[in-house]
């Protein structure tokens, strides 16, 4: 049996950042220079996973519902669209100086002492906006202003009317998207947790606005679901209901679903309900009507918005520690991800008993009837217990292994991760065997 992680140990968290490097998940940004502060580049293994935790979100926000559509909108964008969003005026973070050691923070995260010096005594918090501007074209000046997002929900609003005439779908209906996102953050911290450059998956979900209540409740419901079935246990999970006087300028009502990460409960994920801010603000800016005409009730209205708005790393992260597991086999103790397989980077390893020729070419065969359908590591190196507790740390549910018996009988052994029973199979049935393995039951 393995042990439930803890997840609010300083040390499981050291042992994740130590595994995601030694095994290629992510890798500190520019590190060859010295790295770059709070910027992260996925490996090998952390863009597979990276990608599923995206389609796990897709699939359940776009795939399969009939009232959701995808967009992909610019991470550029003029500064119109962020004085119209309020991000020009409010998007900022109260920033205060240490006076002893000159160290800068963000004031409402440091509890009145310098995590530098221990210091107490700051200057005045000074508003620091958070958006990171350039300058799009060679001249710089007025007219070359731009702002990278910080969020990728405008992208949804400016399309509004876009997305209106073209998919003909009409309220309650939604608008998803998925992009990095930027923000110049005053302390970033806790390796992926708060970067500056960082992935969001979004979706506005524009409603008649009598039923902007109820649609907040389905949402939160939905995306708490989310969490759980894609694996992490629901005393790490729990809502966040935002006092009043502490939402967001947009927000008529904001509930956080928080995961219990090593510093303790932390947002993962925010669903407001953005009333008629957005479409209403950029109404009134652009002189474009952002409405909804009701023609079986002859009624034009502004929908309201609900905002399911998550961090794709954030996401990760949070699997991560959840899947953290140490337990014992064979006298051993082994490392295992328990990833759900939808978000293991490979769902499959084929590996040859040895190096022989002959073996080689058949487990080649498995691989190649594996591949279309799966994401495969192929591994013939080292001894196979070594190569299962390879496979076993960077969660990956089923070990198929090619044996001299093979070539006998067309069978091959397919080894479960978190059991690690093993069972013989025909190499006829094996595509049937692996899809009944990770269907949940
Ligand atoms: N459109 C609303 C919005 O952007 P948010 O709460 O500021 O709301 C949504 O961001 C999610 O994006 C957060 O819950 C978090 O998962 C992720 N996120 C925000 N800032 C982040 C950062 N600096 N680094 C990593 N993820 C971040």
Known sequence: ?????????????????NLCKRRGFIFPSAEIYGGFRSAYDYGPLGVLMLRNVKN????????????????????????????????????????????????????????????????????????????????????????STAYLRPETAQGMFV???????????????????????????????????RTREFEQMEMEYFVPPADAVQWHEHWIEERFNWYLALGIPEESLRRY???????????????????????????????????????????????EKLEYFDQATNERYTPYVI??????????????????????????????????????PYQIAVLPLSKKPELEGVAKEVLSKLQPHFMCDFDVTQSIGR??????????????TVDFDTLEDRAVTVRDRDTTVQTRVKIDDLLHHIWEAMTPA
């Open 1 to 17: 049996m393995s042990s439930s992680p803890d997840t609010t140990t300083s040390d499981l968290l050291d042992k994740v950042i």
């Open 56 to 143: 796990a979100w897709w699939h359940s926000m776009v795939q399969m519902r009939e009232d959701v559509v995808g967009i992909d909108a610019a991470i550029l964008g003029p500064p119109a669209v962020w004085a119209a969003s309020g991000h020009l005026e409010t998007f900022t973070d109260p920033l205060v100086d240490c006076k002893k050691c000159h160290e800068r923070w963000r004031e409402d995260k440091i509890d009145g002492k310098c995590p530098n010096c221990g210091g107490t005594d700051f200057t005045e918090p000074r508003a620091f906006n958070l958006m990171f501007k350039t300058a799009a074209g060679p001249v710089e000046g007025e007219g």
């Open 159 to 193: 399309n509004f009317a876009n997305v209106l005439s073209t998919s003909r779908k009409k309220p309650p209906f939604g608008i998803a998207q998925i992009g990095k996102s930027f923000r110049n953050e005053i302390t970033p911290q806790n390796f992926v947790f």
């Open 241 to 287: 209901v935002h006092a009043p006087e502490d939402l967001s300028h947009y927000s008529k009502g904001t509930t956080d679903i928080e995961f219990k990460f090593p510093w303790g409960f932390d947002e993962l994920e925010g669903i407001a309900n953005r009333g008629d801010y957005d479409l209403g603000a950029h109404t009134k800016a652009s002189g």
């Open 307 to 344: 905002e399911p708005a998550a961090g794709v790393t954030r996401a990760m992260m949070a699997f991560l520690l959840s899947a953290y597991h140490e337990d014992e086999v064979e006298g051993e103790t082994r490392t295992v991800l328990q990833l759900d397989w939808r978000l293991a």
């Open 387 to 400: 190569r299962y507790r390879r496979q076993d740390e960077v969660g990956t549910p089923l070990c198929i």
